[in-house]
DNA sequence: TTGAAAGCGATACCAA
DNA sequence: TTGGTATCGCTTTCAA
């Protein structure tokens, strides 16, 4: 069924159907009552593909996230969990496109076949050939996170040179001075992904600034490598008296890592990170971390696209996040001698 | 740039460069390179609208999930992402579609507008109005879980009642006479959320069959929710020395509850359920669980619905799987008097 | 082996 | 306030 069907049946042309429908023109009372009628009675939509060929929308959002090589975290759940309820709300669709670079088969379709309105990139790298040839394309886009040219183009993202800094003066003034940092897996920070990177930078400048002595580790996305990460670093330096990660996933390993070493959280250890507020709070003791706001940094991705799809020529905008250390029960005073 | 133009700057007819890129005609050799050579030179990607517009196929599937009222759990994470990769290997894109109800509006878009070619449905409920609106209208879906009417439907599920049940009888045969069983939210039992209802089932059975002492709970899909279930537990009933459980989420918060309370896992307490493994490993000690398998999940409903697309009156099909118990470090033989 | 042209189902311009 | 019709970009039938 058509809208040429709809409209043989209420005895108006098809136009007449599309603009009662559209509000675009002016429809007496009496005829939009009486097409209304017929569109009720048969369950009448109007076809988007049609739809979307004539007027050149797609009122459709790709989310274009790389593929779980290994693993997805949790607080990229929450955030895909966002966008598509932001996006539902401007009754905009979400299409998932896994792909971590340009040449991925799946995003050359995104934009090739125009399958959608706008995008939104997760998982940023500083040089990111996606978010290159997004803005080559000037293709309406949002970047989660910076890449190395923040100021060119629109994204959503966290400070996370800030957040480990903040962590890493949380620590000193705590009296810790030897601190380890763990970071996201060794793949990840060799091909430039971004909060590897800023993550690292902060900590580093952080501990120099107040003379700490660190060392920091790459650490598989999961349980067991966060625990044979605790491991080497109490291998490496028995004296480390706390830590601060970016690995959500490897969380709960890590903490396995410090129970088995017998050492107590937070009397022994202090942890601290960044992490997203629910996932801090399912170990035990709860982590004191910057909460990494999921749901926030998603709807606003999805209010600055939405934007940028209303007005094509509207000048860049972002927006940059601090999220402050949430204090829970995983930091405590250095007790080592 | 259209296929028009590359139809011109071939100096062939557009019929030509369609057949060219289908196959569906064959093309001799000599123009399909003439042409082959325009599409890369100008980057020619066919746009996907007017594709499904003409040939009522949109190559898109749409993944159905209810809204996160409260919180997504890791497995629907890894199930979302299997389903995303199976997809993209067939060439299919995924769009998702937060509803939990046949009137949703992104539900309603998805079918009404036609702008997928069939769907997976999450979180199924044992009465599912979107299942059987979807099974009314012929249209091409899978589900996640079974109805109370399996028999008529494509679906993938996990064998709720075997895996509790086989749970209890771990249990049993360890020693423990008073367990509880930690259910998903009420508000998810009252609505008849498949798993919910089996598993519970699964549970009362065969702890009746063991003649043992039981107690079942409701808790909210979060550490906190976990928690205060865990305290009420042994509130009720302080000699119970071991649960079952399905709630992913709460589980970190049982462990806290435990911990709290001063029973040690596994020597006071064991703990057991269904639990996608990689959560399973996060917690220490690590979760005995019936580890349910979210890829293999999301690749076989894949696999269905591409089937049933390919076929459209193909008989049905399903697939029920009852993963086993991994053997972790959470159970152990009951100790009490 | 190829071309011409009729759809697919909407939108929106031009007339009335 | 309405109708007629060209148009979006592709697929596919019918002819040559």
Redesign the pocket.
């Given at each position: 069924m058509?809208?040429?069907e709809i409209a043989k049946r209420a005895?108006?042309?098809?136009?007449?159907v599309?603009?009662a429908?559209?509000g675009?023109?002016?429809?007496?009372e009496?005829?939009?009552r009486k097409i209304q009628r017929v569109i009720d009675e048969l369950g009448?939509r109007?076809?988007a593909s049609?739809?979307a060929?004539?007027?050149g929308r797609t009122s459709t959002i790709g989310l274009v996230f790389p593929p779980a090589g290994n693993h997805y975290t949790g607080m990229q759940l929450d955030f895909i969990g966002s966008v598509v309820e932001a996006a539902a709300a401007f009754d905009y669709d979400v299409l998932l496109s896994p792909s971590g670079v340009d040449s991925d088969r799946s995003f050359q379709r995104l934009l090739g076949e125009r399958r959608v309105d706008g995008a939104i990139l997760m998982e940023i790298r500083l040089e990111d050939d996606r978010a290159a040839h997004l803005a080559e394309l000037d293709f309406p886009a949002v970047a989660i996170g910076r890449t190395a040219h923040p100021e060119r183009g629109w994204w959503v993202g966290l400070d996370h040179t800030a957040l480990t800094a903040a962590c890493v003066h949380h620590l000193a003034d705590l009296g810790h001075r030897r601190i380890a940092f763990v970071n996201r897996p060794e793949q990840l920070l060799r091909t430039g992904y971004e909060s590897a990177h800023r993550g690292l930078d902060g900590f580093t400048k952080a501990a120099a600034e107040r003379g700490l002595t660190v060392r920091t580790y790459c650490c598989g996305d999961d349980a067991a490598s966060g625990q044979a990460c605790l491991a080497r670093i109490l291998h490496d330096d028995p004296a480390t008296t706390a830590l601060v990660t970016l690995n959500e996933a490897a969380l709960g390993g890590l903490y396995r890592g410090l129970a088995q070493a017998g050492r107590h959280v937070p009397r022994d250890f202090s942890v601290t990170g960044v992490v997203a507020g629910r996932w801090a709070e399912t170990v035990t003791p709860q982590l004191t971390a910057a909460d990494v706001p999921a749901e926030e940094l998603g709807r606003l991705a999805v209010d600055l696209l939405v934007e940028r799809l209303d007005h094509p020529d509207a000048p860049p905008r972002h927006h940059l996040l601090t999220p402050p250390i949430s204090l829970r029960a995983s930091t405590g005073p250095c007790t080592a001698s």
């Open positions: 058509n809208i040429g005895g108006v042309s098809r136009s007449t599309s603009y429908l559209s675009k023109r002016s429809v007496s009496e005829t939009r009448y109007p076809n049609a739809r060929l004539a007027n």
